[in-house]
């Protein structure tokens, strides 16, 4: 998919302490701690805006904006564009923000710790029930899953299952509708399988499962071996303006790019630069 990538200073922002507005972020949970970080560092600099943040799914986000509820929609896929599954947002603009690793996760008592794209899909549309079957022990494999309008879902479906088929009900099946709901269900569920951004694999409770032995890190997101990623959008009704325009401007600021977006396991839009 091809992205422009921009920059900005952030002298720009950080000089307009006077600047005024609201500022209504809906949509990914992927990006929701991005979001709360900027959102804090953002307000110190401009104490008289105000941010609200929150997540449901990134499709939530592209249609909060349509409603005019929202005026950014956080979205991990670039929904001014048809993808699998969606129809574009007719008259949004896409503005990518960052890169977006993410993983298959297990629980810790799971004692795989990597699997190919085929062993992937088959686990998650239910042809392998049964750890022994891809080297693990015998137990019963619980799969999480995340609820339809999940952009971590549409990005694991292409990238890690490499569009094969979810599975959709079962007494090994599970639903849940964001990010943290998957964390909190796969370290609570001995044998499960879920997936996720990079960001919120953190504890002893879950892990990381390496895919066709490539371990899901920056690193190998950026030298091109791990393929399970995306970029992040934030999603507006045309070009941002105001408050609006200057938060965005903040985020692809060299100073936040390379600072806050790191530590919270994004990849900066420049790391991608060909």
Do not use: H
């Amino acid at each position: 998919m091809a992205v422009a990538l921009l920059t900005s200073s952030v002298s720009s922002v950080g000089a307009a302490s006077s600047l005024k507005g609201k500022i209504v972020v809906n949509g990914s949970s992927a990006l929701l701690p991005l979001t709360l970080q900027a959102a804090s560092e953002f307000k110190k600099l401009n104490p008289k805006v105000k941010i609200s943040a929150s997540a449901a799914g990134s499709v939530t986000g592209p249609q909060a904006v349509r409603k005019g509820i929202a005026d950014i929609g956080a979205c991990d896929w670039d929904a001014s564009m048809d993808v699998p599954g969606f129809k574009k947002f007719e008259g949004q603009v896409a503005t990518p923000i960052a890169v977006i690793p993410f993983a298959a996760i297990v629980n810790k008592n799971v004692n795989v710790s990597s699997l190919t794209n085929k062993q992937l899909a088959d686990i998650f549309s239910g042809k392998v029930t049964n750890w022994k079957d891809v080297g693990g022990s015998d137990a019963d494999i619980v799969v999480v899953n995340r609820a339809f309008g999940s952009g971590t879902r549409v990005n694991f479906q292409i990238k890690a299952l490499l569009n094969g088929e979810f599975m959709s009900k079962g007494s090994n099946y599970k639903e849940v509708k964001s990010s943290g709901d998957m964390k909190t269900a796969v370290e609570t569920t001995p044998n499960a399988i879920g997936y996720i951004d990079l960001v919120y694999v953190t504890g002893d409770k879950i892990k990381a499962l390496k895919v066709n032995d490539v371990a899901a890190t920056e690193a190998n997101v950026i030298n091109g071996t791990y393929k399970v990623w995306s970029y992040g959008y934030y999603m507006t009704k045309g070009q941002p303006t105001g408050a609006t325009k200057a938060f965005i401007d903040y985020i692809k600021s060299s100073k936040f790019q390379n600072g806050s977006l790191k530590k919270l396991k994004f990849i900066p839009l420049s790391a991608m630069k060909k």
